[in-house]
Structure formats: C-alpha cells, structure tokens
C-alpha cells in the first residue's frame, strides 16, 4: 500500500510541476492566456505566488496563437487554422459554449494583434491588397461583418493609443525570424501618428531592431537590442520623446511581448514573465500545465515519407540514407534493413560511404 501511495503521490507532483514553452502570451489582471501544444491555455495566477494550474481551453488539430483578451477580460480573440486559413476568432468565456466563432473569410493569413480601445473591434494585420507590398491593418467587429481598413499604408506589428486617435506600428513585420543584432534593411522602426490626419513618423532611429509597441497612458512600451544586441524591454515617453530601458537580460532575448492594464506578460528564455507596470519589476511565473502530453506519446511513424539526404555504396548494390534522424543501411533491390545509428534524441545526417564500402561516416549533433 506504500508503494502504491508514493507512486500516486510522484505522478500526482510530476503532473502538476512547473512547465515551460508556453508562448504568445496574453495578460489582463490576473489572468493569462497562452498557446501550449498548440492549443490556447487558460490560467489564474495567485498574485501572493505568482503560480496557477492552467486549463486547456481550446483542442483541435489546427494551431491557435496570438490570443488577446477583451479590456474586461471576458472574451479572446486568436488566430486559428481550423479551416486550412488563418483567421480571427472569438471566444466568449462567460458561456458554457464556449465554441470559437470565425470573424473573417480571407484566404490570406490574418494575424490578431489586440483589441480597439472600444472594446467592439479587433485589430488585425493581413497582406490581402495586390500586389503584396507588406501587411495592412484592419478591425473587425466581434459580432461580425467586414472587416474595414485602418488609414495607414502598410503595418505589420501596431497598437492604437487609449482614447484611439493615435498608432504606433512597425512598417515591417519580422518578429518571427531568429536573426540576432540585425541591422539591415529589414530593420524596425516605431512610426508614430494620427489616423485622421495620416502624419505618421519615426520616432525611434536606432539601426537595428525596435518591435513589439504596447501604447498604455503616455507610454510607448517596446523590445530593443539597442543596448547590447539583446532584446530587452524599454518605454518611450510621448510627451517628452524619452527612451528608458526597463530590463537588462544579456543573454536571451524577450520575445511576444503583450500588454494588459497591469502587466506586461513575455517570454524570457522558455518560460513566461510577468513586467509590473506600476513598480517595475519582473516576475517569474510558475505555470503548471496537467497535459496529457499526446504531442509527445510514443506512435509508429512511416519512416519513408521523412527521408533525407542518401548515398549509394561503391558497388551500387546498398543506399545509405537519413530517415528522421537516423542512418538506414537499405539494399538496393532484395535484402536486411539495418539501422547503422539507432541513437534516440540524436540526430545523424549526410552520410557517405568509404571507398572501399566498409565504412559509413556521417554528421551527429551528439
């Protein structure tokens, strides 16, 4: 009976510990919405602690990223392929349905990037306009509609000022690419303007990146490498054009970035930050994620449809060839199957053969 207790009781610790890779993250209160396994992630965070045991709010085959909470935090728009297309949705946490409904019918990809300070519309980018010079920006309304076109030419990452008069966006959409201390022509800027008027500008000149504006009262929030070319978090004052640098991490860069009305919530490294608007201090959270792990449970693959690079043998009779990692030593017409590696969690590529035939050699990450 012991031993039955302490099993139950590791699994039961095991099932609930701290999880990491949870990404593109939205905070409004306490609450934290974030996509896990591809799916969308709920969670309340104790604010003594700053731990929560999140629960799975979305499961489907399709991929759900970028949420965003309504200001009262009762509804999310995301954006999800379950039809083959990226497209807004919605969903209304105070019902028992909580079915997502569709907003828009592009076939071009719409990527959510908040709510309007209406609390009615949902901001999106989307490059639907031929030619395809670059992404645009429109609102949709969350009953439904068409969607209509916000007055600037193009945008990629952006948010509207609180009383919704003013915009702050990037022209250039590259937040997710991996590249570090970039500095050419993709490059990002903060442009700065009124919808009415269309007088945007720059208001940061730094040559390499500046990403991510968050607009919360007179401050611009936004991701730089300015410093040290790592992305850190810093705040630009409108009415003074003032540049402050909020956190200093030299290592890993901050990454999706999204702004609620206390925090920010970000990604450092593979877990998930809380930034306190009002004492300016960061908080690591402690998320636990009870997932049944299906992502990551052992199934038969058919290994020929994940085929890499090959090699024929010098007397042409055997192949050596890639297959999901590993070297399979194949004949080339009638014969035994062997696996020359048979490493798990290691990969081996770009095998070749010995002139002679009687050696393999290939690259390993080991």
């Known amino acids: 009976m012991k031993r039955i207790l302490v099993v139950f009781f590791a699994l039961l610790t095991f099932s609930f510990a701290e999880s990491h890779l949870m990404r593109f993250a939205d905070v409004q209160g306490n609450k934290i919405v974030f996509t896990f396994e591809n799916d969308l992630w709920l969670v309340e965070i104790d604010e003594q602690s700053f731990k929560g045991v999140a629960q799975r709010i979305t499961r489907s085959n399709g991929i759900e990223r970028f949420a965003k909470f309504s200001s009262d935090g009762s509804k999310i728009a995301f954006t999800a392929n379950y039809e083959g297309n990226n497209d807004v949705y919605l969903m209304d946490l105070n019902r028992v349905d909580r079915t997502p409904i569709r907003l ?3 076939p071009h990809s719409d990527l959510v990037l908040d709510w309007m300070p209406d609390g009615e519309h949902i901001l999106f980018r989307a490059a639907r306009e031929y030619p395809f010079r670059g992404h645009k920006l429109y609102k949709v309304a969350a009953t439904g509609g068409f969607p209509e076109k916000l007055s ?4 990629g990452l952006a948010s509207v000022s609180p009383d919704g008069k003013q915009l702050a966006y990037n022209r250039i959409s590259r937040e997710f690419r991996t590249w570090k201390r970039h500095q050419g022509g993709t490059a990002q800027d903060i442009w700065v303007g009124s919808l009415d008027k269309m007088n945007y500008k720059p208001v940061t000149t730094f040559p390499g990146t500046d ?16 410093s040290d070319g790592t992305l850190n978090l810093y705040k630009f004052h409108v009415p003074s054009a003032k540049i402050t640098r909020l956190t200093h991490y030299n290592d890993y860069d901050i990454k999706y970035p999204s702004i609620g009305d206390r925090y920010i919530v970000y990604q450092y490294a593979e877990t998930l930050y809380l930034f306190d608007l009002e004492n300016e201090q960061t908080i690591k959270l402690n998320i636990s994620v009870p997932t049944d792990r299906s992502m990551a449970r052992l199934k038969p693959i058919d290994g020929s449809k994940y085929t890499g690079s090959f090699a024929l043998s010098p007397d042409g009779n055997r192949v050596v060839m890639e297959m999901r990692g590993e070297v ?3 004949p080339a017409e009638k014969g035994p199957v062997y696996n020359l590696t048979n490493t798990s969690g290691i990969r081996e590529k770009g095998a070749i053969w010995s002139p002679d035939g009687n050696n393999v050699v290939y690259l390993s990450d080991k």
């Open 104 to 106: 828009t019918y592009h």
């Open 211 to 226: 990403n991510f504006p968050m607009w919360y009262n007179d401050y611009i929030y936004f991701v730089s490498d300015r």
């Open 328 to 330: 399979i030593n194949l």
């Open 152 to 155: 600037v030419d193009r945008a």
